[in-house]
């Protein structure tokens, strides 16, 4: 037997897009994730998770220039969170 249940709502799949994969098509708010501290190593071993702006006609990011970045979500607007 075979349920079938409706879907009524499905959620956007949040995902880190690498700089290096590709950019943001429009400027705008992104939240960015850089390494700020390596160790003796080389390796991450702090990070920085922020909101940043991404000025598209300079292809530049406002403040440090991140590894990854994803869309920022819809805001809360109340009601069903």
């Known amino acids: 037997m075979m349920i079938e249940i409706p879907i009524t ?23 960015t994730s850089a390494v700020i501290v390596r160790d003796e190593d080389g390796r991450p071993d ?21 590894d990854a970045w994803m869309p920022l979500p819809d805001p809360y607007t109340g009601g069903e969170a």
């Open 9 to 31: 709502r499905r959620e956007p799949i949040m995902r880190w897009v690498p700089v290096d994969e590709r950019l943001p098509e429009h400027s705008g708010y992104f939240i």
């Open 46 to 66: 702090a990070r920085l998770v922020k909101t940043q702006w991404y000025d598209k006609e300079r292809d530049a990011w406002h403040d440090i220039r991140p």
